[in-house]
Nanobody
Framework: QVQLAESGGGSVQAGESLRLSCTFS????????MGWFRQAPGMMRMGVAR????????YYVDSVKGRFTISRDNADNKVYLQMTGLKPEDTAMYYC????????????WGQGTQVTVAS
């Protein structure tokens, strides 16, 4: 089992930045890749970024490419999502998840952290 906890959400103005953190614990050796997802009201949850713990390779969906950066700190069991140039359409609940590499299939989820971007 893996436990995940997100933090760092908040309310910002368009164009501002936020950094989300995800702390993971438990059977951390089983984690090969991690992802960040978001879910806006009335929408399905969708992946926005993921990272491989082994290679460090990153993947972003087009809507956040160039604005969001995913990173990891294996020593501290943390994954981050640096978000810059935030837009109102980025408003959502953000979740981190342990995912199967090169997929959005997730086995473990955090509780989420809310990001609200005002225009």
């Amino acid at each position: 089992q893996v436990q995940l906890a997100e933090s760092g959400g908040g309310s910002v103005q368009a164009g501002e930045s936020l950094r989300l953190s995800c702390t993971f614990s438990g059977d951390t050796r089983s984690i090969a890749c991690m992802g960040w997802f978001r879910q806006a009201p009335g929408m399905m949850r969708m992946g926005v970024a993921r990272i491989s713990f082994g290679s460090g390779g990153e993947y972003y969906v087009d809507s956040v490419k160039g604005r969001f950066t995913i990173s990891r700190d294996n020593a501290d069991n943390k994954v981050y999502l640096q978000m810059t140039g935030l837009k109102p359409e980025d408003t959502a609940m953000y979740y981190c998840a342990a995912v199967r590499c090169r997929t959005w299939i997730s086995d473990y989820w955090g509780q989420g952290t809310q990001v609200t971007v005002a225009s």
